[in-house]
């Protein structure tokens, strides 16, 4: 049984930086990948970024060059470091691990990040 759950959302004001935690615990092959996903109010669920346990990472276009996405097994963490951000980027932010990239079972319960 995995457990995440997100911190660092604010409030913040268009260029601004942030940067989300994820604390994970559980069986580590069940998070082989971690992502960070989010979603606006009336809108679908997006993945923003992945990290696999090697190190490998996948950005959507729309973030790339101003988010990075990295982990620290050692402590079972997840970040992501947001800078440049823009209104459009406001929404609920969540963690999500699985055994692979793409395959994610496992979801925290959110963090709000608000550009205004």
């Known amino acids: 049984h995995v457990q995440l759950v997100e911190s660092g959302g604010d409030l913040v004001q268009p260029g601004g930086s942030l940067r989300l935690s994820c604390a994970s615990s559980?069986?580590?092959?069940?998070?082989?990948?971690m992502a960070w996903f989010r979603q606006a109010p009336g809108k679908e669920r997006e993945g923003v970024a992945s990290i696999a346990m090697d190190g490998s990472t996948s950005y959507i276009d729309s973030v790339k060059g101003r988010f990075t996405i990295s982990r620290d097994n050692a402590k079972n963490a997840l970040y992501l470091k947001m800078n440049g951000l823009k209104p459009e980027d406001s929404a609920m932010y969540y963690c999500?691990?699985?055994?692979?990239?793409?395959?994610?079972?496992?979801w925290g319960q959110g963090t709000q990040v608000t550009v205004s």
């Open positions: 559980g069986p580590s092959y069940q998070r082989i990948c």
């Open positions: 999500a691990a699985g055994p692979r990239c793409g395959y994610y079972y496992w």
